[in-house]
């Protein structure tokens, strides 16, 4: 994989700096009661519009929500199909990186160039959706499938 980064607080990075911004304020609205752990994320368009989301915690864990997911979910809702970039963040600046479950959604709507921005407080890692998801279940493979 590779793990490029460049220093989030530095202005010369633009649009990624202000991508991971974004990412960063969706923490604030975190719904984590049980595991205090925040994540933010902040998907842009093709058009240059950024969908936030954060995470939303339930008792049972399983039905709870990822920041990707609300993201791409207000985007999808919002008539959006196609993402050129996806910022994460959390609370612990830990260098989250989205779970299997949402790079296969992202899968869905994205080739696997779109840029992954992966916050660790310090540095942001750069990684590709190829690169965090190699091998994707496709249509393609789904149409195969059922010939």
């Excluded at 980064?5 to 649009?15: A, E, K, L, V």
């Excluded at 864990?61 to 959390?90: D, M, P, T």
């Excluded at 989250?96 to 899968?107: E, F, I, S, W, Y």
Aim: charged share 25%; proline share 3%.
């Amino acid at each position: 994989m590779d793990d490029s980064h460049f220093d989030p607080d530095s202005d010369d990075d633009g649009d990624e700096h202000d991508l991971i911004e974004q990412a960063r304020s969706a923490l604030a609205a975190a719904y984590v009661p049980y595991s205090e752990y925040r994540v933010g994320a902040a998907l842009e368009t093709t058009d240059g519009t950024v969908f936030t989301g954060c995470n939303i915690e339930v008792a049972n864990y399983s039905n709870s929500l990822h920041a990707e997911e609300v993201a791409i979910s207000e985007a999808v809702a919002s008539g959006h199909r196609e993402f050129v970039r996806i910022a994460v963040s959390s609370s612990a600046r830990d260098g989250v990186t989205p779970c299997g479950m949402c790079r296969q959604t992202l899968a869905e709507f994205c080739d696997d160039d779109l840029l992954v921005l992966c916050d660790d407080g310090d540095h942001v890692n750069e990684y590709t959706l190829g690169e965090l998801l190699p091998e994707t279940i496709s249509r393609g493979m789904l149409e195969a499938a059922s010939e």
